[in-house]
């Protein structure tokens, strides 16, 4: 069995009560694993028909994931080909809260390697746009690409600081996701160097991190539009409490949501999820990506389209300044000052 730390064992018997001993118990088995088809490669049914490995059961309704043993299901030419993502299964259920939410705009400001960028992405079908961002670069080129595996097309993905991102996007996206770094609770069993980092003092220090990247988050909401907060610890500081806290300091926001996983609850390694709503009101506009024009490239892109494609591209060419273009789909915002790693399709 994993060897947890005293002090969370502690915590999470004042915590849990009578089902502590269930929770303990969880410990005794490996981890959960799951895939979520990325419909926008495949329809599931198709994938079904055709799924390279068992699929054991439905993760739920509106998730397109399943639970696996597979002992290596990153190994398969269908996973190299995008047509699943590998995921923690508790973690899709973030994905499903924002199922039927509008994404016209949609933000991951805490993305990488990219699990809930590509559930969205999925929702939206190519429709919209999505900007996901990662603080740290060498993490937002895995999750470029993850995007470019997974076939995504409308997504632009950035590295900049929550709060230089704030300062340009007031009251701009439809939905802002905030999958926040925490203590990691929920991992102890499938990433075991995660225990000895656990500690108390490291619990508070992510709860303030959390606080400093939810109030950037809840500048770029626009009006009417929904905030989307989740974490994989158990820790009320990182969850129930920082919402509370939130709603505190945003008398703008109300609470629709809230859910927390644990493994005796959920076939699951544990997470915790609360939707947001912002206060109705007027949606702002900002400024479009500024589009580079090279007239000489457009003309050879425009040949190949013509011999290649089935329908005509949507979007502009923007042309970066060492010749490489890429399709930029339509209502991208101006991304100037952002670390730029990928801009629709290259
Ligand atoms: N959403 C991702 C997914 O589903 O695959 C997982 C995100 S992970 C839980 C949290 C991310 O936040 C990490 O990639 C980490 O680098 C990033 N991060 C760390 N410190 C940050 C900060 N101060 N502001 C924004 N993001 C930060």
């Known amino acids: 069995m994993t060897e947890l730390p005293q002090k969370f064992i502690k915590r999470m018997r004042e915590r849990l009560g009578e089902t502590f001993p269930a929770f303990l118990a969880s410990y005794d088995f490996s981890p ?29 309704e509106g998730t397109h994931g399943y639970y696996i043993e597979e002992e290596k299901p990153g190994a398969d030419p269908y996973h190299f080909a995008g047509l699943y993502y590998l995921q923690e299964p508790s973690a899709m259920t973030v994905g499903g809260m924002s199922e039927v939410l509008p ?8 993305a990488a390697p990219g699990g809930k960028t590509t559930h969205i992405a999925a929702q939206m079908a190519g429709e919209g746009v999505l900007i996901a961002n990662e603080v740290n670069f060498g993490r937002a080129k895995i999750l470029s690409q993850n995007v470019e595996r ?35 609770e929920g991992m102890f069993k499938k990433e075991e ?19 400093e990247i939810l109030d950037s988050a809840a500048d770029m909401v626009c009006l009417g539009g929904h905030l989307l907060y989740s974490t994989c610890t158990f820790a009320e500081e990182e969850d129930e409490w920082q919402i509370e806290n939130f709603l505190s300091r945003h008398s703008d926001f109300s609470l629709l949501e809230m859910k927390k996983l644990y493994p005796h609850t959920f076939r699951g390694e544990g997470h915790f999820c609360a939707l947001l709503k912002r206060e109705e009101g007027t949606v702002l506009r900002a400024k479009p990506f500024p589009i580079r024009r090279d007239t000489q490239a457009e003309k050879a892109f425009y040949a ?3 011999d290649f494609f089935e329908r005509p591209h949507e979007g502009s060419l923007h042309t970066l300044a060492d010749g490489r ?14 670390s730029l790693l990928r801009l629709g399709v290259e």
């Open 32 to 60: 959960c694993k799951g895939l979520r088809v990325n419909t926008l490669k495949i329809s599931e049914e198709e994938f079904l028909r055709r799924a390279p490995f068992p699929l054991l059961g439905s993760v739920g």
């Open 103 to 110: 994404k016209k705009r949609v933000l991951d400001l805490c």
């Open 150 to 184: 997974m076939g995504i097309g409308n997504c632009a993905v950035i590295s900049a600081q929550p709060e230089s991102l704030a300062s340009r996007f007031s009251a701009f996206f439809d939905l802002v996701l905030v999958d926040a770094p925490c203590s990691g």
């Open 193 to 211: 160097s995660a225990i000895p980092e656990w500690s108390e003092e490291n619990v508070a220090r992510c709860a303030a991190r959390q606080r």
């Open 304 to 306: 190949f389209e013509e």
């Open 325 to 338: 273009m890429y399709l930029v789909p339509a209502g991208m915002p101006d991304l100037t000052g952002a």
